[in-house]
Structure formats: structure tokens, C-alpha cells
């Protein structure tokens, strides 16, 4: 089994930045991708970002100000935020899983995070 577990939420300013951190435990030899959603209150949950082994993708919504980066020896992932927004306010999960497919997919058999609050206030 594999344990996801978040961090870096807060109160951030419009424009701001702010460095999300992910790290995976327990049976990582498993874990091949690893990702990030957001769901804002009242939406449904949607994907932002997944890095594989030599396999990036990012939403539209969050090109060119999100990036997503990997840690394998620690098997970390980070998301690092720029330029933030009032909609990008949300709560964060971070997800894990052995394929790439799996994690751009959402799906319920990846392992994933309790989440963190990221307010974008202006």
C-alpha cells in the first residue's frame, strides 16, 4: 500500500507563489506517476498536473504558471505556483499511482493525499 501525504497550503496573495510537496511511503517500487488535482467548493475535481519518468502534462488552466517536478530518490513530487489566482483557490490532492494513464485519469485506484487548502485572496 501507498501513502500520499501533502503539504505547503495557505493564504496566498493574487500573483503570489506558493510551493506544494508530495511524498510517497510505504510500497513506492509501485508508484511509477504521481500527480496533483485541485477541486474548488462546489466543483467537481479536476486535474492539474503529472509527471512520470520522462512523461510530463499540465492543464491549460494552469500552462505557463504551474510546474510540476519530481523528486525520485525521495519519490517527492512538487508543484510550484506562480502568478496565482482567485480560481486557482481550491483544495490540492496529490495522487500516485503505477501507470501514467492511471493518474491523468483520476482514478479511484490511485493512491491519494487527505489534501491542502491553497486561498488565492485579493
Known amino acids: 500500500q501507498v501513502r500520499v501525504v501533502e503539504s505547503g497550503g495557505g493564504l496566498v496573495q493574487v500573483g503570489g507563489s506558493r510551493r506544494l510537496s508530495c511524498a510517497a511511503s510505504?510500497?513506492?517500487?509501485?508508484?511509477?506517476?504521481m500527480g496533483w488535482f485541485r477541486q474548488a467548493v462546489g466543483k467537481e475535481r479536476e486535474f492539474v498536473a503529472a509527471?512520470?519518468?520522462?512523461?510530463?502534462t499540465t492543464a491549460d488552466s494552469v500552462k505557463g504558471r504551474f510546474t510540476i517536478s519530481r523528486d525520485n530518490g525521495e519519490n517527492t513530487v512538487y508543484l510550484q505556483m506562480n502568478s496565482l489566482k482567485p480560481e486557482d483557490t481550491a483544495v490540492y490532492y496529490c495522487a500516485a499511482a503505477p501507470t501514467f494513464a492511471q493518474i491523468v485519469a483520476g482514478s479511484s485506484s490511485n493512491s491519494w493525499g487527505q489534501g491542502t487548502q491553497v486561498t488565492v485572496s485579493s
Open positions: 510505504g510500497r513506492t517500487s509501485s508508484v511509477y506517476a
Open positions: 509527471i512520470g519518468v520522462k512523461r510530463i
